[in-house]
């Protein structure tokens, strides 16, 4: 119903009362996780025969100030499977980003001449041109897939093989400390906060949310120098 469609002013506030709560709610992302994680929740719950409370929690939100905050936190995703020891590298992790990504860039590479190639949905691409930043993630691809093998070697305490005594590009010019990410990579090494980036930028977040201080500011002033 649309509001010339309306009999009576109490007809159009309700259609304004009902907009006005879409809006809302499609901008909510509390909302939306709900939604979401009912269905799934009464599916699993059906397919177990069970009853009760499926997930810990609705989901954990951070705000990522800058490059160096989303790339830690892209990296140490990536690397879940790893860690744990479900997967020995990157492309073999299912159900991970760095997977699609690498799958992704051989289809590309595959398709290159072909005009019908796949119009599925895919990842914001990475680029390191300036004139790309406003749609691409502003990292190189070769970049990141070194830095994720050369973490992913060092975080798997089960596996013994050659560090690369190299640093990967992407640390140096985003001034991040070796040892400290190396740290951070480990299991529960990356303490949760409301937000991550460089100190400075820290201390700025926690002023324009009224606060006193952001928890593991201290381990962002060591891992971004």
Known sequence: MTTSEC????????????VEKWRERLADI???????NEYIARKANEEDGCSGRFWEGRFKSQALLDEQGLLTCMAYVDLNPVRAAIADCPEQSDFTSIQQRISEYAEQQKNATDSTASTTPRLKPFSVRQKDSHCSIAFDYADYLELLDWTGRCCREDKRGHIPAHLPPILQRLHIDQNAWLRAMQPEGLRRSRAMGHFERLKTFAR????????????????FA
């Open 7 to 18: 009999s009576c002013q109490a007809e159009v506030d309700k259609v304004h009362e009902i």
């Open 30 to 36: 509390s909302w939306f996780m709900r939604c979401l």
């Open 208 to 223: 324009d949310k009224g606060s006193a201080w952001i928890s593991s500011g201290n381990q962002f002033k060591a891992l």
